[in-house]
């Protein structure tokens, strides 16, 4: 089996930056994603990590570290509308499928 | 470009009665996937199909019914609703298999069972 860890709620000032966190146990390991999801809409893919590193993306970055069973996602500089859930989800070795976190609820404040 | 549509965004129905989602995707991708999200629960898969005539079940499969027998379809149905499968159900799709490539999601539906 799977099991996703990430902080249920944050918050966080217009301009700052915000690490949210990921922590899993899986039955081997393909790869993990970050999705972004504002409310009332679908998840939208933000990032996926197969190797531990640092995968940069404009304002957004995410980390992988495999033999720690942890993820990171970075938002630099953020907007008022960076205001939304970010999931992490993970990929077991030989499954066709994706198993989520709960989500993290973040708020960015004027 | 549609890429994936769901129909219809909100329903409403009544304990007992046979509800029907659809799912619609243009990119002919060969995966799609059937998830539930709940507060407290996050998405939970509920069936995937990884083919036309190819599908199988995910974490919470019972008192659902899927079928494929498009490439582009995917429908999902509840057989008998029932007042805990009130929920948003969104539809993805992927090219590759669901671990190793993006899934992109349809906009869901909302579904009230009374």
């Known amino acids: 089996g799977q099991n996703i860890d990430q902080p249920t709620e944050m918050t966080a000032t217009e301009g700052a930056i915000v690490q949210i966190n990921c922590t899993y146990q899986?039955?081997?390991?393909?790869?993990l994603f970050w999705y972004q999801q504002h409310a009332g809409e679908a998840p939208t893919f933000l990032s996926y990590?197969?190797?531990?590193g640092l995968e940069e993306k404009g304002r957004f970055s995410s980390f992988l570290s495999r033999s720690k069973g942890y993820s990171y996602l970075l938002l630099k500089e953020l907007q008022m509308k960076d205001s939304a859930s970010y999931l992490c989800?993970?990929?077991?070795?030989?499954?066709?499928?994706?198993?989520f976190g709960k989500g993290t609820k973040l708020s960015v404040i004027p | 470009d549609a890429g994936i549509t769901q129909s219809p965004r909100y329903k409403i129905t009544e304990t007992g009665r046979q509800v029907t989602l659809m799912c619609h995707q243009t990119?002919?991708?060969?995966?799609m996937f059937w998830y539930r999200q709940d507060l407290g629960h996050g998405l939970r898969l509920i069936y995937y199909?990884?083919?036309?005539?190819?599908?199988d079940k995910g974490e919470v499969p019972d008192g659902y019914v899927v079928s494929r027998s498009k490439t582009e379809n995917f429908p999902l149905t509840l057989e008998s609703a029932t007042r805990s499968q009130t929920s948003v159900y969104f539809c993805?799709?992927?090219?590759?298999?669901?671990?190793?490539?993006?899934?992109?999601f349809g906009p869901g539906t909302r579904l009230t069972v009374l």
């Open positions: 993805a799709s992927s090219r590759l298999a669901g671990g190793a490539d993006t899934q992109y």
């Open positions: 899986t039955s081997g390991f393909n790869g």
């Open positions: 990590n197969v190797l531990d």
């Open positions: 989800a993970v990929s077991g070795a030989g499954s066709y499928q994706l198993t």
């Open positions: 990119w002919s991708h060969s995966y």
């Open positions: 199909s990884a083919a036309a005539d190819i599908t």
